[in-house]
């Protein structure tokens, strides 16, 4: 058990779990404008949202990851239930969609089957900064359809959001084809015998890779590993003619659409079900360690999880690692929920003429809290420069007496008597039409 896993005691004040966070409404803004941008962009290109459960039959994930990848030998939250079933709360999505798949006879649809999902994984990583064990991941899956335009497309995809979010130029496209199953098991006995007698050398957990995974070696991050790896064979100069012309193409469509790469002869991805094309956006500074997102095909997927032999390609992006860059970038996204009024009262007969002007107000689409505690007008004004709001009405005895309200401009500090009936146009008109907040349930409805 490592240093900062020891058992912590539980008591009072509680604190999340290690490696857990709450996103708190300050964060909240970024992870909608994020959603509203993903949802965008699948619209417009016909992929259509799943969401599978937080967790599955162990299996789902062992057989489909592999059970030698890092995400399942030490990094899966396994548990029994009350009748003894091993489930595993996700720490990936394509595993579960393929799953969902092959369940909900998705091949009967027009192929291939465009889906996305912007959902929480759960993975027992060492915590750091961007690695946490509950994180956000959207992801986009195109099933059933083996050209490499797709592949294209998906980049571009994944970039396009990028670039939305303001944080594109960052990153860089990483780019590698790992070749068919059959081809990658003859590379993979190359590897091994490349390796054998330099064991010594290596870190304990390739001396484990080797035997069970030997392409892991090619991306361990420990020095020793690493000199090794860049002396190894090249992959490429094993692979099958099938997926060098595979990747070959793509290579063409992406120089078509115009979107940059580096060739990375050593990313092979940590997950067994890849083949052919595979991909990482690497930070340009930090490398693989501040990955943004990444993804491949998995042409063999769906038959090793029991469907008909159909091919796939994939990509998942880190929410909370987007969040950090635009953060780094310094890039503000919209606050949907700042205040536009605070009413202030005072005495009662102001209290019970608040309620419906609130509520009128709310109705209208401006955004309204009312101070309907006991407390002078002096600390109620306070409140509302604390709460950031524009504007404050503020309804006295007075203002009862004369059917009216004072609105009161915050930032400049002045203020006029307005008709109550007159109180929200009023509002609307110094707030703006297009600012308000306004929906209507049924239109939400029938859309
Ligand atoms: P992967 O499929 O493991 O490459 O994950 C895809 C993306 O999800 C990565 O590029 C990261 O941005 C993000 N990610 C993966 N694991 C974590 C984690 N433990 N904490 C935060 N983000 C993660």
Not at 70 to 77: A, G, R
Not at 232 to 240: E, G, N, R, S
Request: proline share 4%.
């Amino acid at each position: 058990m490592a240093d900062d896993d020891k058992v912590e005691r539980v008591v009072p004040p509680y604190q999340t779990p290690k490696g857990v966070h709450d996103i708190l409404p300050e964060d909240q803004d970024f992870y909608t404008y994020i959603k509203k941008v993903v949802r965008h962009r699948a619209r417009q290109a016909g992929f259509r949202r799943i969401s599978t459960p937080i967790f599955e039959y162990t299996e789902v994930f062992r057989r489909s990851i592999g059970d030698t990848s890092d995400i399942v030998t030490k990094e899966m939250y396994t548990f029994q239930d009350l009748k003894g079933r091993s489930l595993t709360l996700k720490p990936e999505s394509t595993a579960g969609v393929v799953r969902s798949y092959i369940q909900n006879n998705m091949n009967q649809l027009p192929q291939p089957v465009l889906l996305y999902y912007i959902e929480p994984h759960f993975r027992y990583d060492r915590p750091q900064k961007g690695r946490y064990r509950q994180f956000w991941q959207f992801g986009f899956e195109i099933i059933g359809e083996t050209d490499p335009a797709l592949d294209a497309q998906l980049i571009q995809m994944a970039f396009k959001i990028y670039q939305d979010l303001g944080i594109d130029a960052l990153f860089s496209l990483q780019l590698n084809t790992i070749g068919t199953a059959e081809a990658r098991k003859k590379y993979m006995q190359i590897l091994q015998d490349y390796y054998a007698g330099k064991e010594r050398s290596l870190c304990e957990d390739c001396k484990y890779r080797l035997e069970k995974n030997p392409m892991r070696l090619l991306d361990c991050k420990v020095e020793d590993c690493k000199i090794l790896a860049s002396l190894a064979p090249k992959m490429t100069d094993y692979l099958d003619k099938e997926s060098l012309e595979h990747y070959a193409e793509l290579k063409g469509y992406l120089d078509e659409i115009g979107i940059e790469y580096t060739e990375n002869p050593k990313l092979v991805r940590g997950l067994d079900y890849y083949t052919k094309t595979v991909f990482e956006f690497w930070d340009k500074t930090e490398g693989a360690q501040n990955a943004i997102g990444g993804g491949g095909r998995y042409d063999g997927l769906v038959e090793l999880m029991g469907g008909q032999p159909t091919a796939a390609v994939g990509f998942a992006a880190g929410i909370e690692r987007i969040i950090a860059n635009m953060k780094r970038e310094k890039i503000r996204v919209p606050k949907k929920d700042e205040l536009h009024v605070f009413v202030a009262q005072l005495g009662n007969e102001a209290k019970k003429k608040c309620l419906g002007l609130i509520e009128e107000l709310r109705e209208n689409g401006i955004k309204t809290m009312g101070a309907l505690g006991k407390g002078a007008i002096n600390i109620q004004l306070k409140l509302a420069d604390k709460f950031k709001a524009p504007y404050a009405v503020l309804i006295g005895i007075t203002e009862v007496r004369e059917g009216t309200a004072l609105i009161r401009d915050m930032k400049r500090g002045v203020q006029e008597s307005v008709k109550m009936t007159k109180v929200t146009d009023r509002l609307v008109e110094l707030i703006g039409e297009e600012n308000l907040d306004k929906y209507d349930p049924g239109e939400l409805l029938y859309s």
